[in-house]
C-alpha cells in the first residue's frame, strides 16, 4: 500500500505563487509516474501535470508555461511549483501514484487526501 499526504495549499492572491508537496511512504517510489489533479466545485476532475519515472513531464495547457512538476525519488518526494495563479486554479489539488500514463479524468493509482488552493483578492 502506497500512503501520499499532500502539503502546501492555501490561500493566495491572483500573480501569486504555491509549491505543492507529496510525501510517499514507500520506498519503491521511483517505479511510480506521479500526476497532479486538481478538481474544483462542481467541476470534473482534471490533470494537471505528471511526470514519468523517468522524469518527462507533462502539461495540461492551462497550466502550461506556469507551472513545473518534479520529484525526487531519493526523499519520496513530489512538487507542483505554481507561479502566475489565477482565480480559475482554485481547487483541490491531489497527488495520484501508479503505472502507466494517467487518465484525464484519474481514477487509477493511488491518491492523497488533497490540499486546497484558493486564488482570490
Known amino acids: 500500500q502506497l500512503h501520499l499526504v499532500e502539503s502546501g495549499g492555501g490561500l493566495v492572491q491572483p500573480g501569486g505563487s504555491l509549491r505543492l508537496s507529496c510525501a510517499a511512504s514507500r520506498i519503491v517510489f521511483s517505479a511510480y509516474t506521479l500526476a497532479w489533479y486538481r478538481q474544483a466545485p462542481g467541476k470534473p476532475r482534471e490533470l494537471v501535470a505528471h511526470?514519468?519515472?523517468?522524469?518527462?513531464?507533462h502539461y495540461a495547457d492551462s497550466v502550461k508555461g506556469r507551472s513545473t512538476i518534479s520529484r525526487d525519488n531519493d526523499k519520496n518526494m513530489l512538487y507542483l511549483q505554481m507561479n502566475n495563479l489565477k482565480p480559475d486554479d482554485t481547487a483541490t489539488y491531489s497527488c495520484n501514484a501508479l503505472i502507466g500514463p494517467p487518465t484525464p479524468g484519474g481514477g487509477r493509482g493511488y491518491w492523497g487526501q488533497g490540499t486546497q488552493v484558493s486564488v482570490s483578492s
Open positions: 511526470i514519468e519515472y523517468g522524469g518527462t513531464t
